[in-house]
């Protein structure tokens, strides 16, 4: 039987990779490590521990715990380590990048450094299309293009990045990296603009909308990226690094458009704001090295849009209790001063 080691699998996409993992393959065990942030919620995966118990075990611990690591990684005789753990959130990067630092950059040294010790195991990286900044024109990033970040969290996963990389060129480490579009979906912390706008407007809340709405981003499934990963963890080439997303981009406020009219809800909850700070305009990504190994999206952003809302609409057992607990605070902080734009 194959052991994974998930580190991040608490939170939004780790819980739904887990979740597709082991419901895809029979020979499977996972081992979740999870600090529980404000962002891992061990709800995200309770009906994979009622469902597998055999084949799942949960550690609550941090990444840059390094004995914390290397006990967990000995005593389950570990294949593989896929590490989704990190800070995600642009604007607390913003706020407060210290813990983005430790996490992305120090807690992804600590498990390159296990998986050496380990006898080299394979790592795989989750990374972010982020790592490019912002990006020109017509032009679709290449893995070859350089890194050019331009938030504090872009640049601490760009470090993991270079991190992860020299492990491979140094020690022969047997490493990938997967680069990712912005996910939607299930158990998304409503921190990240796609949960926070649905469920603002099932709330009749104002959406803020920053600037003036025109920045383009790739919203995919998150099941999508998940299939993605795995087949890198099958097929990918040692020492490669794979773009991930659907190759196509829409602009913000189109988003915005088709989740409201998926909501039923009225343009008048839409309200400019000032926008963040060194906003990247534009994502994309050039995903033909992913494909040539066989991977195709299955959801188009307005499929993806549309299934999101309906997810939140369904389960505010979710996300009701979130929004009133730590939430709150944050929300007051990133969107109480925030200035109205025409
Ligand atoms: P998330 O914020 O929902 O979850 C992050 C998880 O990491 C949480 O469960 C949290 O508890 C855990 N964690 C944080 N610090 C930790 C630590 N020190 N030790 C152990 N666990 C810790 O994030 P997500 O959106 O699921 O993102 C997962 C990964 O995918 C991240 O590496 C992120 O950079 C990357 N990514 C995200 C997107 C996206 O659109 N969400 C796109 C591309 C790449
Ligand atoms: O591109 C991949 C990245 O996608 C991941 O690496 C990050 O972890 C993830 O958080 C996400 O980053 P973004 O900054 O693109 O996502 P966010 O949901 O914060 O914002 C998406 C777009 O929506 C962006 O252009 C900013 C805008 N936005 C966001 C918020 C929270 C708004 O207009 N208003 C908002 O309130």
Redesign the pocket.
């Known amino acids: 039987m194959q052991h994974l080691f998930v ?2 699998g ?5 819980s739904n990779f887990v979740r597709m993992m082991l419901d895809k393959y029979p020979d499977l065990a996972i081992t979740v ?5 404000y ?2 919620r061990v709800e995200n995966l309770q009906d994979v521990a009622a469902n597998y118990q055999e084949r799942y075990r949960f550690v609550q ?4 715990d390094a004995a914390a690591v290397d006990k967990v990684i000995a005593e389950q005789q570990i294949d593989a380590i896929i590490n ?5 959130h642009v604007d607390r990067s913003i706020l407060n990048p210290d813990a983005f630092i430790q ?1 992305d950059v120090y ?1 992804t040294y600590v498990l390159l450094e296990a998986a050496r010790k380990a006898g080299n195991l394979r790592y795989h990286q ?4 982020e790592v490019y900044g912002h990006v020109e024109g017509s032009h679709r990033s290449l893995e070859t293009d350089c890194v050019a970040p331009r938030s504090p969290y872009a640049a601490s ?1 760009a470090s993991a990045d270079h991190l992860v990389n020299a492990y491979f060129i140094t020690y022969g480490l047997p490493i990938t990296i997967s680069r ?4 939607i979906g299930p158990y ?2 409503p921190e ?1 603009v796609v949960p926070l706008f649905v469920t603002n407007a099932l709330n009749d809340m104002p959406l803020p909308v920053y600037g003036d709405g025109k920045q383009r981003r790739d919203y995919q499934y998150v099941l999508d990226h998940c299939e993605a990963v795995d087949l890198v963890l099958q097929k990918g080439v040692i020492g490669e690094t794979y773009n991930i997303g659907t190759g196509t981009e829409i602009t913000n406020l189109e988003m915005v458009e088709i989740l409201l009219d998926e909501l039923g809800k009225p343009r008048t909850l839409i309200q400019h704001v000032e926008d963040r700070l060194g906003h990247d305009r534009r994502y994309c990504l050039d995903v033909h090295k992913i494909m040539a190994l066989g991977w195709e999206p299955d959801y188009s952003h307005e499929e993806a849009l549309r299934m999101t809302a309906r997810w939140y609409m369904h389960n505010q057992w979710w996300w009701e209790p979130i929004r009133s607990g730590e939430f709150r605070d944050y929300y007051a902080r990133v969107y109480g001063d925030r200035k109205r734009l025409a």
Not at 33 to 37: A, C, N, P, V
Not at 84 to 88: K, R
């Open positions: 580190t991040g608490a939170g939004f996409i780790g490590y999870d600090k529980l942030t962002a891992g611990g941090d990444i840059c989704f753990a990190a800070e995600t996490t807690g989750i990374s972010t299309d996963k990712g579009a912005n996910n998304q912390y990240k």
